[in-house]
């Protein structure tokens, strides 16, 4: 009854902020099917972290430090990058490099779609944010969930939580931000351009042989980015090489479901009230619109540079492809099309940019860690 009444008193409005967050991230995860996979985690998590004297995270007991199960997860899977990185081999699973392969030219636009990112390193620089912290912010407009937690953990750990709640919460709005963006920079002519798609085939031999090219040549241009492209590229591998089909599978399913739950829960050890609620916190989730808001302006106008040199016009939507959030981006790019004119089908290239969007993002990220000191 003491340890009843002790923990009642303790609650704070904190705390019940916290739990409303957490609420509402459940909300979103269930009723609106908003990235259910981390926001139902996370919520949860953020509900049980803030419950006075939680044993889910370490407490000081008679000035002795028990460590809770979160922080031990937290350790071994974050602190470490483990899970982010393992996350990557079942993304990289799931990926069909395909589209890029049959029309290259498609990687321009995904890294012209990561502007976003390096536009809002500049604007947290302005407003105070040293560059380390400004840098993990920017990494925000990756639109890549894991590539933001693994440049946070290693630049701004106590913002893991705040960039984590950005990131994958923007992507769940994909389909309510990218409209709004695109729509600021083009025009209705422009949204019905029409683009002819010319299927080609692709030989096993270069499905193979692309994944361990890219990670080499990556390497050499930015070594950090090595851990992050070099498990996307495995789990390709272990898609394409047509012998590892069980281990594909595995990548796929069991491996990415077990993982995106422990990270999901994990992330929440960030998320006290004590170091969640605060002015930093707001600003974060601000710069994370921006970010993804010039990441698709900056696709689009890239797209609107090119078509001056070109007599086959290409749709500058395709640009705001360009983003990682695969394969969300590609399907609102279609969606935009067709209501625009139900007979354009430019699907497969928007899915060829996002493709790439998910390799520019990657690479950027590395590109922020080493040219960031």
């Given at each position: 009854m003491d340890v009843l009444i002790q923990?009642?008193?303790?609650?704070?409005?904190?705390?019940?902020?916290?739990?409303?967050?957490?609420?509402?991230?459940?909300?979103?995860?269930?009723?609106?099917?908003?990235?259910?996979?981390?926001?139902?985690?996370?919520?949860?998590?953020?509900?049980?972290?803030?419950?006075?004297?939680?044993?889910?995270?370490?407490?000081?007991?008679?000035n002795t430090p028990v460590e809770?199960?979160?922080?031990?997860?937290?350790?071994?899977?974050?602190?470490?990058?483990l899970f982010p990185l393992l996350i990557f081999i079942g993304i990289g699973a799931m990926i069909d490099f395909g589209p890029i392969l049959q029309n290259p030219f498609m990687l321009l636009f995904g890294a012209a779609a990561q502007f976003g990112i390096f536009f809002t390193i500049c604007v947290a620089g302005l407003l105070g944010f040293p560059l380390r912290e400004a840098a993990a912010i920017g990494i925000i407009g990756a639109a890549?969930?894991?590539?933001?937690?693994y440049v946070a953990n290693k630049f701004a750990k106590e913002l893991l939580a705040p960039i984590a709640v950005a990131a994958y919460?923007?992507?769940?709005?994909?389909?309510?931000?990218?409209p709004f963006a695109i729509k600021l920079v083009t025009t209705k002519e422009e949204r019905k351009i029409r683009m002819t798609y010319k299927a080609e085939s692709v030989s096993k031999a270069t499905r193979i042989i692309f994944p361990i090219t890219l990670t080499v040549l990556t390497g050499l241009i930015a070594p950090n980015a090595v851990p992050l492209i070099g498990f996307l590229m495995f789990g390709n591998l272990l898609r394409e090489?047509?012998?590892?089909?069980?281990?594909?599978?595995?990548?796929?399913?069991?491996?990415?479901?077990?993982?995106t739950i422990l990270l999901g829960?994990?992330?929440?050890?960030?998320?006290?009230?004590?170091?969640?609620?605060?002015?930093?916190?707001?600003?974060?989730?601000?710069?994370?619109?921006i970010a993804f808001i010039f990441d698709t302006i900056g696709g689009v106008l890239f797209a609107k540079l090119i078509n001056l040199f070109r007599k086959e016009k290409i749709n500058p939507m395709i640009g705001a492809a360009g983003i990682s959030a695969f394969p969300m981006s590609a399907r609102v790019i279609q969606k935009m099309a067709q209501k625009e004119d139900n007979q354009n089908f430019i699907l497969m290239f928007a899915v060829g940019a996002n493709v790439s969007g998910q390799i520019a993002s990657v690479i950027a990220g590395g590109l922020i860690l080493m040219l960031v000191r």
């Open positions: 923990g009642i008193t303790s609650i704070t409005l904190g705390n019940i902020a916290m739990w409303a967050l957490g609420g509402l991230l459940i909300y979103l995860a269930i009723a609106k099917d908003f990235e259910p996979a981390l926001l139902l985690p996370m919520g949860f998590g953020a509900i049980i972290v803030n419950i006075p004297m939680s044993g889910a995270i370490t407490q000081i007991v008679e809770g199960v979160l922080n031990v997860l937290f350790n071994a899977g974050i602190a470490t990058e890549d969930g894991p590539t933001s937690i919460s923007y992507m769940a709005l994909v389909p309510i931000i990218q090489c047509g012998v590892l089909d069980r281990l594909s599978n595995t990548a796929q399913n069991e491996l990415v479901n077990i993982v829960i994990t992330i929440a050890t960030t998320m006290e009230a004590s170091k969640f609620i605060n002015v930093q916190t707001f600003m974060i989730i601000g710069l994370g619109l």
